[in-house]
C-alpha cells in the first residue's frame, strides 16, 4: 500500500513538472514573441556591413540591422546573448556548422549574424519543428527561408494574427527595417525551431 502511495505521489509529481515545463515554454515563447514586437518600433537601417563589436553581449549600431539582428536583439532582451553561446558552440564543435565563407576558425564579430549558422545551432541546441503544417508555427518560433537570389533569411514568429486570422505574422529585416508582415508563405521555408 505505501509502494502505491509513493509510486502516485510520484506520478502526480511529474505530471505537475510536465505541466510546469510546458507552461514556463509557453511563457518563454510569448516573452520572445513580445520582444520582437517591441523592436519593430526601433528605426533600424538594413546594413550587412562587417562590424568588429564587443563580446560577449556585442551588437552593432543600434540603428542598422539585417534579419539576424532580429533574432539576436529579441533573444537579447530575454537575456539571451546568441553571440556567445554560437561562438561556444562553433569553437567546441566547428565541423558541424556550414563553411560556406572559407573560414578556418570562428570569429566571434559575424558568426552569430549568419542565418545558415544560427539554423545548425538552433537545430543543435533547440527543437526542429515541421515545415508543412501551418498550425505548428506559433509564437516564438523561428522560421528560416531561402529568398529567389539564393540568400538565407530568418525571422521571428509574434503573437499578431494576418487580415483573416488564420497564421500569426513574422518579425524580420529583409530591408525595410525590423517589421511585423505575414510573409510565412512569401518564400521557401527551409527550417522551423524553437529554442530557450
Given at each position: ?99 560556406n565563407w572559407g573560414l578556418k576558425k ?91
Open positions: 500500500m505505501i509502494k502505491l502511495k509513493i509510486l502516485l505521489l510520484s506520478l502526480v509529481y511529474l505530471s505537475l513538472q510536465g505541466q510546469l515545463t510546458a507552461q514556463g515554454n509557453k511563457a518563454f515563447a510569448q516573452k520572445l514573441s513580445d520582444a520582437a514586437i517591441s523592436i519593430t518600433s526601433d528605426k533600424v537601417i538594413y546594413d550587412p556591413a562587417y562590424f568588429s563589436i564587443p563580446y560577449p553581449n556585442g551588437d552593432i549600431p543600434a540603428n542598422r540591422g539585417v534579419c539576424t539582428d532580429v533574432v539576436i536583439r529579441a533573444y537579447r532582451k530575454l537575456g539571451v546573448d546568441l553571440q556567445k553561446q554560437v561562438h561556444e558552440d562553433m569553437r567546441i564543435n566547428f565541423e558541424k556548422y556550414p563553411k570562428t570569429d566571434r564579430n559575424i558568426d552569430h549574424r549568419r542565418v545558415p549558422n544560427l539554423m545548425t545551432f538552433f537545430s543543435r541546441k533547440g527543437i526542429s519543428k515541421s515545415i508543412k503544417k501551418e498550425a505548428e508555427y506559433v509564437p516564438g518560433d523561428i522560421v528560416t527561408w531561402n529568398l529567389p537570389n539564393g540568400a538565407s533569411h530568418i525571422g521571428i514568429v509574434v503573437d499578431k494574427k494576418n487580415w483573416n486570422s488564420k497564421r500569426y505574422k513574422i518579425v524580420h529585416n529583409i530591408g525595410s527595417g525590423q517589421v511585423i508582415e505575414d510573409c510565412l508563405y512569401n518564400f521557401k521555408i527551409t527550417g522551423h525551431y524553437t529554442f530557450e
